[in-house]
Protein backbone atom coordinates (compact mmCIF):
# COMPACT_ATOMS: atom_id res chain seq x y z
CA UNK A 1 0.00 0.00 0.00
CA UNK A 2 1.78 3.63 -0.93
CA UNK A 3 1.35 5.92 2.34
CA UNK A 4 2.08 9.01 0.27
CA UNK A 5 0.80 9.54 -3.41
CA UNK A 6 0.39 12.12 -5.80
CA UNK A 7 -1.10 12.49 -9.02
CA UNK A 8 0.39 13.17 -12.11
CA UNK A 9 4.02 11.80 -12.12
CA UNK A 10 4.18 14.06 -15.00
CA UNK A 11 2.75 16.89 -15.98
CA UNK A 12 3.89 19.06 -18.85
CA UNK A 13 1.81 22.28 -19.89
CA UNK A 14 2.52 25.19 -21.38
CA UNK A 15 2.63 29.14 -19.67
CA UNK A 16 -0.34 30.59 -18.53
CA UNK A 17 -2.59 27.29 -18.29
CA UNK A 18 -4.24 26.36 -14.41
CA UNK A 19 -3.19 23.03 -13.38
CA UNK A 20 -3.79 21.01 -10.22
CA UNK A 21 -1.77 18.28 -8.08
CA UNK A 22 -3.18 15.33 -6.31
CA UNK A 23 -1.93 14.43 -2.65
CA UNK A 24 -3.26 11.51 -0.99
CA UNK A 25 -2.02 9.89 2.78
CA UNK A 26 -3.22 6.39 4.18
CA UNK A 27 -1.35 6.85 7.32
CA UNK A 28 -4.15 8.52 9.47
CA UNK A 29 -1.31 11.28 9.86
CA UNK A 30 -3.01 15.22 10.83
CA UNK A 31 -0.16 17.47 8.86
CA UNK A 32 0.16 17.66 5.58
CA UNK A 33 2.84 19.52 3.87
CA UNK A 34 3.88 20.63 -0.07
CA UNK A 35 7.37 21.38 -0.56
CA UNK A 36 9.30 22.53 -3.60
CA UNK A 37 12.67 21.03 -5.32
CA UNK A 38 14.57 23.11 -7.55
CA UNK A 39 16.54 22.11 -10.55
CA UNK A 40 19.59 22.33 -8.00
CA UNK A 41 17.61 19.72 -5.82
CA UNK A 42 16.85 22.05 -3.42
CA UNK A 43 13.88 21.67 -1.26
CA UNK A 44 11.69 24.49 0.05
CA UNK A 45 7.76 24.08 2.24
CA UNK A 46 5.45 25.85 0.61
CA UNK A 47 2.27 24.58 2.71
CA UNK A 48 1.30 23.25 5.75
CA UNK A 49 -1.83 22.06 6.64
CA UNK A 50 -3.12 20.37 9.86
CA UNK A 51 -6.40 18.73 10.36
CA UNK A 52 -7.69 20.94 7.20
CA UNK A 53 -6.01 24.16 8.67
CA UNK A 54 -3.80 26.33 6.95
CA UNK A 55 -0.86 26.56 9.18
CA UNK A 56 2.36 27.17 7.40
CA UNK A 57 2.15 29.61 4.43
CA UNK A 58 5.64 30.28 3.55
CA UNK A 59 6.47 33.83 0.62
CA UNK A 60 4.76 32.19 -1.96
CA UNK A 61 2.56 33.49 -5.07
CA UNK A 62 -0.71 33.84 -4.79
CA UNK A 63 -0.98 31.76 -8.09
CA UNK A 64 -0.35 28.67 -6.09
CA UNK A 65 -3.61 27.70 -3.74
CA UNK A 66 -3.55 25.09 -1.64
CA UNK A 67 -6.83 22.78 -0.75
CA UNK A 68 -7.18 20.22 1.90
CA UNK A 69 -11.02 19.11 1.85
CA UNK A 70 -10.29 16.33 4.59
CA UNK A 71 -7.18 15.49 6.42
CA UNK A 72 -5.73 12.91 4.15
CA UNK A 73 -6.12 15.08 1.23
CA UNK A 74 -4.22 18.23 0.27
CA UNK A 75 -3.96 19.36 -3.55
CA UNK A 76 -2.13 21.87 -4.80
CA UNK A 77 -3.58 24.77 -7.59
CA UNK A 78 -1.25 26.21 -9.83
CA UNK A 79 -3.17 29.34 -11.66
CA UNK A 80 -1.10 31.09 -14.36
CA UNK A 81 1.53 29.30 -14.94
CA UNK A 82 4.80 30.41 -15.49
CA UNK A 83 8.43 29.28 -16.56
CA UNK A 84 9.52 29.52 -13.04
CA UNK A 85 7.18 27.18 -11.25
CA UNK A 86 9.10 24.12 -13.46
CA UNK A 87 10.34 21.91 -10.41
CA UNK A 88 9.55 18.61 -8.55
CA UNK A 89 6.70 19.56 -6.15
CA UNK A 90 6.35 17.09 -3.00
CA UNK A 91 3.94 16.30 -0.78
CA UNK A 92 4.51 15.28 2.39
CA UNK A 93 2.88 14.11 5.49
CA UNK A 94 3.42 13.33 9.52
CA UNK A 95 1.51 13.15 12.76
CA UNK A 96 0.44 15.98 14.44
CA UNK A 97 3.13 18.67 14.62
CA UNK A 98 1.09 21.17 16.74
CA UNK A 99 2.82 20.26 20.30
CA UNK A 100 6.20 19.49 18.82
CA UNK A 101 8.69 19.40 15.66
CA UNK A 102 10.38 15.99 15.66
CA UNK A 103 7.89 13.80 13.84
CA UNK A 104 8.90 12.09 10.50
CA UNK A 105 7.61 12.95 7.62
CA UNK A 106 6.62 10.58 4.75
CA UNK A 107 6.82 11.48 1.50
CA UNK A 108 5.64 11.31 -1.24
CA UNK A 109 7.48 10.45 -5.07
CA UNK A 110 7.21 13.53 -6.14
CA UNK A 111 5.47 15.75 -9.55
CA UNK A 112 7.85 16.74 -12.12
CA UNK A 113 5.96 20.01 -13.61
CA UNK A 114 7.72 21.55 -16.86
CA UNK A 115 6.24 24.76 -17.99
CA UNK A 116 6.85 25.53 -21.71
CA UNK B 1 17.15 32.49 10.72
CA UNK B 2 16.87 28.77 10.81
CA UNK B 3 19.46 27.32 8.22
CA UNK B 4 21.31 24.15 7.37
CA UNK B 5 24.88 23.95 5.45
CA UNK B 6 26.11 20.69 4.13
CA UNK B 7 29.12 19.82 2.11
CA UNK B 8 28.94 20.78 -1.66
CA UNK B 9 28.86 17.52 -4.05
CA UNK B 10 29.14 15.35 -5.75
CA UNK B 11 31.19 13.26 -3.43
CA UNK B 12 32.27 10.48 -5.44
CA UNK B 13 34.09 7.21 -3.44
CA UNK B 14 34.74 3.45 -4.46
CA UNK B 15 32.93 0.74 -2.62
CA UNK B 16 34.08 -0.34 0.82
CA UNK B 17 35.23 3.53 1.03
CA UNK B 18 34.36 5.58 4.44
CA UNK B 19 31.96 8.11 4.25
CA UNK B 20 31.24 11.51 6.02
CA UNK B 21 29.02 14.33 4.89
CA UNK B 22 29.02 17.40 7.21
CA UNK B 23 26.24 19.19 8.20
CA UNK B 24 25.94 22.59 10.26
CA UNK B 25 23.45 24.21 11.56
CA UNK B 26 22.05 27.33 12.66
CA UNK B 27 18.67 27.81 15.01
CA UNK B 28 16.73 29.43 16.98
CA UNK B 29 15.26 27.42 20.35
CA UNK B 30 16.77 23.81 20.38
CA UNK B 31 15.93 21.88 16.67
CA UNK B 32 15.61 18.10 15.89
CA UNK B 33 17.94 16.77 13.10
CA UNK B 34 17.47 14.55 10.36
CA UNK B 35 18.74 12.98 7.25
CA UNK B 36 17.00 12.34 4.44
CA UNK B 37 18.11 10.28 1.35
CA UNK B 38 16.57 10.64 -1.71
CA UNK B 39 17.38 8.17 -4.48
CA UNK B 40 16.91 9.01 -8.38
CA UNK B 41 13.37 9.65 -9.51
CA UNK B 42 12.02 8.63 -6.08
CA UNK B 43 10.79 10.96 -3.19
CA UNK B 44 12.70 11.31 0.47
CA UNK B 45 13.24 8.70 2.97
CA UNK B 46 13.68 9.57 6.71
CA UNK B 47 17.09 7.94 7.18
CA UNK B 48 17.91 8.79 11.15
CA UNK B 49 17.42 11.68 13.70
CA UNK B 50 18.22 13.15 16.87
CA UNK B 51 16.36 15.14 19.10
CA UNK B 52 18.62 16.02 21.73
CA UNK B 53 22.13 17.31 22.40
CA UNK B 54 24.72 13.78 22.23
CA UNK B 55 21.93 11.71 20.67
CA UNK B 56 23.27 9.00 18.22
CA UNK B 57 21.01 8.43 14.94
CA UNK B 58 22.02 5.07 13.36
CA UNK B 59 20.05 3.21 10.66
CA UNK B 60 21.58 0.84 7.96
CA UNK B 61 25.01 1.39 8.95
CA UNK B 62 24.77 5.23 9.06
CA UNK B 63 25.02 7.50 11.93
CA UNK B 64 25.12 10.81 13.03
CA UNK B 65 26.00 12.96 16.50
CA UNK B 66 24.28 15.99 17.63
CA UNK B 67 26.89 18.07 18.50
CA UNK B 68 25.21 21.18 19.95
CA UNK B 69 28.76 22.44 21.20
CA UNK B 70 29.46 22.28 17.55
CA UNK B 71 25.85 22.97 15.95
CA UNK B 72 26.63 19.98 14.16
CA UNK B 73 25.12 16.26 12.55
CA UNK B 74 27.48 14.99 10.20
CA UNK B 75 26.66 11.94 8.66
CA UNK B 76 28.90 9.01 8.86
CA UNK B 77 28.98 5.44 7.01
CA UNK B 78 31.86 2.82 7.79
CA UNK B 79 31.96 1.44 4.30
CA UNK B 80 29.62 2.51 1.30
CA UNK B 81 28.04 0.13 -1.20
CA UNK B 82 27.01 1.08 -4.67
CA UNK B 83 23.42 0.96 -3.42
CA UNK B 84 23.92 3.84 -1.65
CA UNK B 85 24.38 5.92 -4.04
CA UNK B 86 21.56 9.01 -3.66
CA UNK B 87 21.47 12.50 -2.58
CA UNK B 88 21.66 13.20 1.02
CA UNK B 89 19.82 15.95 2.89
CA UNK B 90 20.28 17.21 6.43
CA UNK B 91 17.25 19.47 7.95
CA UNK B 92 15.89 20.59 10.81
CA UNK B 93 12.66 21.39 12.49
CA UNK B 94 12.16 23.83 15.36
CA UNK B 95 9.44 23.06 17.66
CA UNK B 96 6.57 25.65 17.48
CA UNK B 97 7.01 26.20 14.03
CA UNK B 98 4.49 23.89 12.52
CA UNK B 99 7.16 20.99 12.05
CA UNK B 100 8.20 22.27 8.89
CA UNK B 101 11.63 20.86 7.47
CA UNK B 102 14.28 23.50 6.92
CA UNK B 103 16.80 21.50 4.34
CA UNK B 104 20.14 21.85 3.48
CA UNK B 105 21.26 22.17 -0.23
CA UNK B 106 21.86 18.27 -0.58
CA UNK B 107 24.57 16.06 -0.94
CA UNK B 108 25.25 14.10 -4.05
CA UNK B 109 26.93 10.82 -3.34
CA UNK B 110 27.98 8.04 -6.22
CA UNK B 111 29.68 5.08 -5.00
CA UNK B 112 31.41 3.11 -7.84
CA UNK B 113 32.27 -0.77 -7.62
Known amino acids: DTAVSQTPKYLVTQMGNDKSIKCEQN?????MYWYKQDSKKFLKIMFS???????INETVPNRFSPKSPDKAHLNLHINSLELGDSAVYFCASSQDVVAGGSNEQFFGPGTRLTVL | GNSVTQMEGPVTLSEEAFLTINCTYTATGYPSLFWYVQYPGEGLQLLLKATKADDKGSNKGFEATYRKETTSFHLEKGSVQVSDSAVYFCALTVYNQGGKLIFGQGTELSVKP
Open chain 1, 27 to 31: LGHDT
Open chain 1, 49 to 55: YNNKELI
